[in-house]
């Protein structure tokens, strides 16, 4: 007998499928559909990102980099002292730290720096999707906002303009963290992690100013105590409201208050110029720059982050049921309400075109962010799909354009160290060029530092072979 050969399975229409397997395909595409959207996005904004990062950073020191790492050159600083080591009205923290190793493994690669800041900045929207979760859930389409904003392009300047690790992204990743230390449930793990985080972020670039957030948390966690909303025990957090006022006070010991421009003069403009300055901050992290429209939407916005601050203060003073979620918006929203106001202070004598440096785009991501977990709490309907719709998408094409100024730098960076290499002179490279790799060169000791660097192989002479 010949054996038969097994008849091929009938195909089963979906429409003729039981009732229970269809719900439970749809309940499957619910549940996989937006992680697989997420991670598709993901990974179309990181190739453009790291992509963006290998084209156009270049392996040589640019203005305040000559400054802010001057320990390294010839020094055997410790790491007390670089931590603490004032580079303008900051100090550099844990970045230079993170510095110190990536340099000594890389021969002063600055490319490697950039990387480690665009992946410190990668690391941060894993951990910005995570305390989504944990606030609201699981995932969900308006979810790619958040690769979005973290991954944008708009902050060149940071990645391949003048790299520093302390200036931003470390700070934003740590703030983040902050925020994932919030909802926890064990006070005594909760209030111990806010304080560790935050003293490291005091002492690292503009993350200073969640100093001044951390003692408005144990403020209103003191309020709470006394007015019974908690059963925490009373001395916990007073003490660390103690502990966060001492943090904040530690800075300031052997500090010296300076500007990072010559013409400082605060505050003779008035109130309507220093809000007009952060309205063009705001506008400029959606790719609006020097328009009616930027003129007429940051405003706009500026107003939405105002009410929306005061609305958190409210739900927090009278600590409803969504306090978690409440106090995560209000320590973003305050941190950016701070650095706006800070910068504004400190630029505004430059101009209103200074406030749309992309050099600040990385830290108003805490801002953007909490107005978009603002709108994840808007009642379900169509105008909630459509705002958070229209959020995702205005954050796009800046996101993801190229920056004509930062072809330009990576161009002119490239055109200085190539003459540089062949006539080691810099007034003559500056002007064949017309670039300049730092305005005044006798004021940083540019000639001695570049020697250094071909003493020992470094930066750009480890490209380059022997002569």
Same mark, same amino acid.
């Given at each position: ?236 957090? !007073?003490?660390? /409201?103690?502990? =966060?006022?001492?943090? @904040? *006070?530690?800075?300031? &010991? +052997?500090?010296?208050?300076?500007? #990072? ?73 305050? !941190?950016?309400? /701070?650095?706006? =106001?800070?910068?504004? @202070? *400190?630029?505004?004598? &430059? +101009?209103?075109?200074?406030?749309? #440096? ?110």
């Amino acid at each position: 007998m010949t054996s038969r050969s097994p008849k091929p399975a009938k195909k089963v229409r979906p429409e003729k499928l039981p009732p229970s397997t269809k719900r439970s395909l749809a309940q499957s595409l619910v549940h996989r559909g937006p992680v697989l959207v997420l991670g598709t996005v993901i990974l179309a904004f990181s190739y453009n990102f790291f992509g963006f990062i290998s084209k156009y950073s270049v392996n040589v020191l640019f203005y305040d980099q000559w400054d802010f790492l001057r320990l390294f050159f010839g020094g055997n600083a410790s790491l007390g002292e670089l931590f603490l080591m004032q580079h303008g009205p900051i100090r550099e923290g844990v970045g230079i730290l993170a510095d110190k190793y990536l340099y000594a493994l890389t021969d002063w690669n600055v490319r490697a720096e950039a990387f480690m800041i665009g992946g410190c900045l990668f690391v941060a929207m894993l951990l910005a999707l995570l305390l989504k979760k944990r606030l609201f859930g699981r995932l969900s389409y308006s979810d790619v906002a958040i690769p979005i904003m973290f991954l944008s392009l708009a902050q060149w300047e940071g990645l391949t303009g003048t790299p520093n690790p302390a200036y931003s992204a470390f700070p934003l990743t740590m703030m983040i963290l902050y925020c994932l230390a919030l909802p926890q449930p064990n006070p005594i793990l909760k209030y111990s992690l806010v304080l560790i985080v935050n003293f490291f972020l005091i002492y690292t670039g503009f993350g200073l100013f969640m100093g001044i957030v951390t003692i408005g948390v144990f403020a209103l966690q003191c309020y709470w105590q006394l007015r019974r909303f908690t059963s925490i025990p009373a001395a916990f957090p !007073f003490v660390g /409201l103690l502990i =966060a006022g001492a943090s @904040l *006070g530690s800075f300031f &010991l +052997g500090y010296t208050f300076t500007t #990072s421009v010559d013409c400082f003069d605060a505050p003779r403009p008035g109130p309507i110029a220093y809000l007009r300055f952060m309205g063009f901050m705001l506008a400029n992290f959606l790719g609006l720059r020097g328009s009616w429209l930027a003129a007429g939407v940051g405003p706009l916005i500026l107003l939405s982050v105002v009410v929306v601050l005061g609305a958190q203060m409210r739900s927090l003073i009278a600590r409803d049921h969504s306090a978690d979620i409440s106090l995560t918006r209000g320590v973003l929203l305050s !941190f950016g309400v /701070l650095y706006m =106001a800070s910068t504004a @202070l *400190g630029r505004i004598c &430059l +101009g209103p075109e200074a406030a749309q #440096s992309s050099r600040y785009t990385t830290l108003l991501i805490p801002l953007f962010l909490a107005l978009y977990f603002f709108l994840l709490s808007m009642p379900s309907g169509r105008l909630k799909g459509i705002a958070l719709g229209v959020f995702a998408l205005v954050l796009i094409p800046n996101a993801l354009s190229v920056p004509l100024d930062a072809i330009k730098f990576a161009d002119g960076k490239r055109a200085w160290t190539a003459c540089y290499l062949q006539t080691e002179n810099i007034k003559n490279c500056d002007q064949i060029t017309g670039f300049v790799i730092y305005p005044s060169p006798e004021r940083t000791g540019l000639r001695q530092k570049l020697d250094y660097l071909k003493q020992h192989r470094l930066s750009f002479y480890a490209d380059s072979p022997p002569r």
